[in-house]
């Protein structure tokens, strides 16, 4: 049987990966139960013909495109181990520059937070670890996804989260929060990179939207209004080249102190604005 070197080796035939090494890597600590310094420690060790029979076949899956969090059955976001599956968006690192804008914007007082369209309850659970004494409710329209992150918040023990299903605002009722956040579907229906990388295996109702990409953010922008306290907070995620389009959107919906923050690449990512007169 290869040893871990070897089988690191074989990254050069991840040819469309971005870090074909790294994918390996998090795929031998997944198989073995070991960690990533352990492999460094010992790269001679040898797999046994399960492990190597087992190893073969994530290494064919990751070849034809399967991402690997849906391998492992699971991605950190945050620090926190949460679960994924098909059901939902694997959570990626630029959707961390939204956690950190709410952490940053909100005093660390009691508040209400919704999370629209959680998925895995990434967001929801981030900011829940941050912040024990905000009571954040996390909604998404298809029941596989709540109950995935409905999954993750009890694996992780967050009691002032709540996880049900509604689509966007409709099983909301009367409630009103101060805060609201989402990363909702915001890529063109006609663009190219659907058809490339992880996305070719992620549900489309969470990746696309009409108006190029945008009739989501103008749904939740308009009709977060009657669900905001007076001052409150709607932060949204959307394409790096849709700024300047949801900025003028937030505007003209009435939004004040709108501004957008950028991702990891300095890119445009995150955009804010508050609905009424805020008092800090």
């Known amino acids: 049987m290869a040893t871990v070197k070897e089988n690191l080796l074989r990254a050069t035939a991840l040819t469309e990966s971005d870090s074909p090494r790294l994918d390996l890597e998090v795929l031998l600590c997944h198989l073995l139960g070991k960690s990533r310094a352990w492999l460094y420690t010992w790269p001679e060790h040898p797999l046994d013909e399960a492990q190597q029979s087992s190893f073969d076949r994530l290494v064919e899956r990751r070849i034809a495109g399967e991402p690997v969090a849906h391998l492992t059955g699971s991605r950190e976001f945050w620090s926190l181990p949460l679960k994924v599956n098909r059901a ?25 937070l919704l999370d629209l369209g959680t998925g895995t309850g990434a967001i929801a659970l981030a900011l829940a670890s ?3 004494q905000w009571q954040i409710t996390a909604v998404d329209t298809m029941p596989a996804a709540v109950a995935l992150a409905e999954e993750n918040r009890q694996l992780l023990g ?11 605002f409709s099983a909301l009722g009367g409630h009103t929060f101060d805060v609201i956040v989402s990363n909702p579907p915001y890529i063109d229906t006609k663009d190219p990179h659907l058809r490339e990388g992880d996305v070719r295996f992620e549900p489309l109702t969470a990746l696309v939207a009409e ?8 749904k939740i922008a ?26 003028k959107m937030f505007t003209d919906s009435g939004y004040t102190s709108v501004e957008t923050r ?12 508050r609905y009424g007169h805020f008092c800090a």
């Open 88 to 112: 939902t968006l694997i959570p990626r690192p630029d959707t961390e520059v939204l956690v950190e804008a709410v952490l940053a914007t909100c005093p660390q007082v009691a508040a209400s």
């Open 262 to 273: 950028r991702d990891y690449a300095g890119r445009e990512r995150i955009t804010l604005g």
């Open 211 to 218: 108006e190029q990409g945008l009739a989501d953010i103008r």
């Open 158 to 168: 967050f009691e002032n989260v709540q996880v049900f299903r509604s689509d966007w």
């Open 130 to 132: 941050e912040r024990k």
């Open 222 to 247: 308009t009709d977060a209004r009657r669900f905001l306290t007076e001052g409150g907070l709607l932060a949204v995620e959307h394409g790096w080249d849709q700024g300047k389009a949801v900025r």
